[in-house]
């Protein structure tokens, strides 16, 4: 049994501006299947990630952040 129920990958661009399509969120659970996106096409910003975090993330989840 897996101490996480999910995992997700977070890529956090480094430029500058409200909305970036270089950030994206992925989420997985346990097993070989591949990761999927959080919002497919959605053009990120920080601040929906970090209302993704607060308020949309499965609970049990690890969370991978490239910064």
Do not use: N
């Not at 996106?37 to 910003?45: A, D, E, Q, Y």
């Amino acid at each position: 049994m897996s101490r996480f129920a999910h995992f997700a990958a977070i890529d956090w661009s480094g430029a500058v501006g409200p909305r970036q399509p270089g950030i994206a969120v992925a989420l997985c659970a346990p097993g070989s299947a591949a990761p999927s996106l959080v919002r497919p096409g959605h053009i990120w910003s920080r601040q929906d990630v970090l209302d993704w975090l607060l308020t949309d993330m499965p609970h049990g989840t690890l969370i991978g952040f490239d910064l």
